[in-house]
């Protein structure tokens, strides 16, 4: 009975992996026609609110959260709920969606990274190389392939901002994977986002960024709060809780490839070959690493 409620708690892990980056890879094709109008903080403050709503009546213990957990409550806010979807938005603002979509897998290769420093965890040869590919693919993604001057001569900063966003994303994967273990999932969902979403919203009062909110575009900002955001999340933590932060972020990563599908059907934009060939190899890292574990 305990084997049959492990193999079914592991299910559960996977498939929510899977759903999760399903949500995520729709959110540069939805928010970059919205990023037109609406600026990108005032954007990720909204989402935010909105997926610690969504996230508020999903919550099945209320337990008191405990004076050190605060504190990493707020860690994970700054670092996953305004750091890192300030940093996304902005450089999505500049840079194609497809290439957005590419440059998310960064997140695999820093939670991996963050995951052996945090919780001393042993990384193989065999998974260092697929790691190692996979940084290959999301540096041809950045340089557009051209090295004529430096691997390091980047060419467009949207793309450098979209990896910023991913290191912040995976110290949250990381920071949130320790306290799923103490907390209900909803509840550091709903904590984390309501806490981000409003420090953004002061900003915004802050900084004077206009409410400038079109009518076609509030479709849009409503499905990236409670579904591109609010349930990956919920979903994506579920995962980190069941199945481990690697093979987590392993799944998560294919949010890439629903990511370039979903720019080529709803935003028209051409996949150029550097694109489809970084797909192939990030791909390929991926399935050495799944192999691998």
Known sequence: MRNLTHIQQTKIGYVSAVLAALLFGSVSTIAKPSLVTVHPILLASLVYLLAS???TPLISKKAPVSFKDKWL????????AVVGPVMFFVGLDITAASNSALLLNGEIIFSVFLAILLFK???STASCLAVIIIIAGVIIVTTDANFS???FDIRNQGNILIVGSTLFWALDNNLSRTLSTRLDIARIVQLKSLVGGSILLLLVFLLDIPFNIELGHIPNILFLGIAGFGASIFLFLHSLKRIGTVKTVMIFSTSSVFGLIF???FLEERLSHYQITAMGIILLGIYFLYKKQ
């Open 53 to 55: 709503m969504v996230a």
């Open 73 to 80: 409550i707020l860690a994970i806010a700054l670092s996953g």
């Open 121 to 123: 965890e042993k990384i």
């Open 149 to 151: 001057y430096s691997m």
């Open 263 to 265: 720019a080529g059907i």
